[in-house]
């Protein structure tokens, strides 16, 4: 059971009502079967408009895997609709992006979380934003693995891009710091998807100032 505090307020009652709402029912991608992945929208996790959306043709050949790090791992409707809204005025507000960079995010309640969705440009990884699909696992991966329902939830949803023709059959699969300088996916997290099919121990990383 969900206890909701603080029903004064329209915008707490209104998350306490999503996350409830979360708990009963799945969202499908693009309104088709979404199979075993339980998919939250924008609208139930109440994002801002974007400032601009472009999109690019699939199938979609890469997949990167990114970690949040900040915002910390969450495990319920509620904290991960926060932790969604976070990221999106983060990248918004302080990085003047448009939108929130990634493409979809994974919660510790198991559930994928819109972001930009697929093939829509994203702001990710330089250089691979337009042909990419990123997929940001909230929380910090550097010492600890996810969740087996976080990372059985990614293998899902990508998957579903495949069977649906979003994603390319010979795709690539990528940690974030492959194609640029970071700890990001988190060393933890970088081992684990070494054993996902698809990975390529490929590097690709140039000068951030360049791009």
């Known amino acids: 059971m ?8 329209v915008k707490d ?16 991608v693009d309104s088709k079967a979404c199979d075993s992945v339980p998919y939250v929208t924008r609208d139930f996790w109440n994002a801002l408009p974007p400032k601009r959306v472009e999109h690019f043709a699939g199938p ?8 949040s790090y900040t915002p910390a791992a969450c495990y319920n ?7 969604m809204q976070q990221m999106q005025k983060m990248h918004q507000e302080v990085r003047q ?23 829509v440009v994203g702001a990710h990884a330089p250089r691979y ?11 910090d991966w550097v010492s ?10 990614a293998q899902n949803l990508i998957e579903y891009g495949v069977r649906n023709s979003l994603i390319a059959q010979n795709y690539t699969l990528l940690g974030h710091r492959q194609v640029r300088s970071t700890e ?8 684990e998807i070494k054993t996902w099919p698809h990975f390529n121990p490929m590097t690709d990383i140039v000068d951030q100032n360049n791009v």
Not at 2 to 9: A, E, H, R
Not at 60 to 67: E, M, N, W
Not at 144 to 153: G, Q, W
Request: glycine share 10%; with cysteine.
């Open 2 to 9: 969900i206890y909701c505090q603080n029903m004064d307020k």
């Open 13 to 28: 009652f209104y998350l306490c009502v999503t996350a409830i709402a979360l708990t009963l029912t799945y969202v499908a």
């Open 60 to 67: 979609i050949p890469y997949v990167i895997i990114h970690h």
């Open 77 to 83: 409707g509620l904290q991960c609709i926060a932790a």
């Open 97 to 119: 992006w448009n939108d929130i960079g990634y493409s979809f995010a994974i919660g510790g309640d198991g559930r994928v979380y819109q972001g930009r969705g697929f093939n």
């Open 129 to 139: 934003n337009d042909r990419s699909v990123g997929i940001c696992l909230i929380g």
């Open 144 to 153: 600890n693995l996810p969740p087996k329902n976080m990372l059985t939830a």
């Open 184 to 191: 990001c996916p988190g060393d933890r997290l970088f081992e």
